[in-house]
């Protein structure tokens, strides 16, 4: 199968600053790329949508001036969460899909965040 | 919008033993149907799918099958290995891939050997 990274795998930082997470397709070219966050014991949530060279697509009740996503590349796509709070702390983990990969959607790792 | 129902929330059965995952979608429009596993701590992995074209699809021990009248589809895992314990999540998509899953709130599948 298609291999997705992620990075860092997981983060600690002081409340107020801003964190950024890469994700990226190792063997095929990413067009569209899903955020997603998941609290523990829980289902994945979709956060937002960004497909190569235009602007991510926010699902209803997330703050796009919160969590800057950027999909410059066809292998790369990052997620900053700005001005990091205590309740942002979660898994927050992409996914990746494109042309040659079946249309399937594949996983990151997930990088878990916890602001303190 | 699309959602998507998912049954049980936890299953145990012993080794050898066959379980069943169900799940429901409200859009009819919905035509990709993925099952992913994901263990505790890391990513989810696709394990199979099936497109509403079919209705079942078979890989080894698993299988699915898709209802499209009744709005549902099934995991089903034979002969049950404690490495199967994991969470299994059902979703559901209209086109494929490209369009956004809507995810089951899963199913925690332990094996006991």
């Known amino acids: ?116 | 919008g699309e959602n998507v129902e998912q049954h049980p929330s936890t299953l145990s059965v012993q080794e050898g033993d066959s379980a069943v995952i169900k799940c429901t979608y409200s859009d009819s429009a919905s035509n990709y149907f993925p099952w992913y596993k994901q263990e505790l701590g890391k990513r989810p992995q696709l394990i199979i799918d099936i497109r509403s074209n079919v209705g079942e699809k078979k890989d080894q021990r698993i299988a699915v099958t898709l209802n499209k009248t009744a709005k549902h589809f099934s995991l089903h895992i034979t002969e049950t290995q404690p490495e199967d314990s994991a969470v299994y999540f059902c979703a559901a998509s209209k086109g494929s891939g490209y369009s956004t899953l809507t995810f089951g709130k899963g199913t925690m599948l332990l094996v006991s050997p």
């Open chain 1, 1 to 116: 199968g298609a291999v997705v990274s992620q990075h860092p795998s997981w983060v600690i930082c002081k409340s107020g600053t801003s964190v950024k997470i890469e994700c990226r397709s190792l063997d095929f070219q990413a067009t569209t790329m899903f955020w997603y966050r998941q609290f523990p014991k829980q289902s994945l949530m979709l956060m937002a949508t960004s497909n190569e060279g235009s602007k991510a697509t926010y699902e209803q009740g997330v703050e796009k001036d919160k969590f800057l996503i950027n999909h410059a590349s066809l292998t790369l796509s990052t997620l900053t969460v700005t001005s990091a709070h205590p309740e942002d702390s979660s898994f927050y983990i992409c996914s990746a899909t494109g042309h040659g990969v079946s249309e399937t959607q594949y996983f990151g790792p997930g990088t878990r965040l916890l602001v303190l």
